[in-house]
């Protein structure tokens, strides 16, 4: 498993690689969405941090604070690490999922990420209690969700 920061830096290097920066609300809703992958299809977490469903969609609260000072504009990279714990590098694997939702996810707008996070059924739509601060997605929701979803989109037999 991987620092949060760690992921959202790799997105942002695959970025600037293609000249274009990313919001705090893309970073957010990508490192989610990378992590759902991750334990949809590989049944193992991506990150090591709680992911909490707030009224904007799911969060991770430690990645939230790093990039708070950016506001709605692009996030100037690299985050910093920190000393909350070892850093723990991406895998291969890893590497591949994250660099395979950036192709298929990175070109989207913030709004657009977060109606793919906030449509019916979803772990934060299941999650979420407005006025509630602090709700855990539980990962056994986020792992039956995107597993759910890669036997839909699996090739048929």
Do not use: C
Not at 115 to 130: D, E, V
């Amino acid at each position: 498993m991987a620092n949060s920061r760690v992921v959202a830096n790799r997105f942002l290097e695959l970025a600037r690689s293609q000249r274009r920066g990313l919001t705090p609300m893309q970073i957010l809703k990508l490192v989610y969405i990378a992590h759902g992958w991750s334990l949809g299809l590989y049944g193992r977490p991506l990150i090591d941090e709680p992911v909490e469903a707030w009224q904007y969609g799911p969060v991770i609260p430690s990645l939230y604070r790093s990039m708070k000072g950016a506001g709605a504009g692009p996030v100037a990279g690299p985050l910093p690490i920190g000393f909350d714990g070892p850093e723990r590098h991406i895998d291969t694997q890893q590497l591949q999922l994250v660099d395979d939702v950036y192709r298929l996810y990175g070109h989207m707008t913030g709004p657009q990420l977060s109606r793919i996070t906030h449509a019916p059924n979803t772990p934060w739509q299941q999650t979420y209690r407005a006025g509630a601060l602090g709700q855990r997605i539980p990962v056994d929701l986020i792992a039956d969700h995107y597993a759910r979803l890669s036997r839909e989109r699996a090739p048929a037999a």
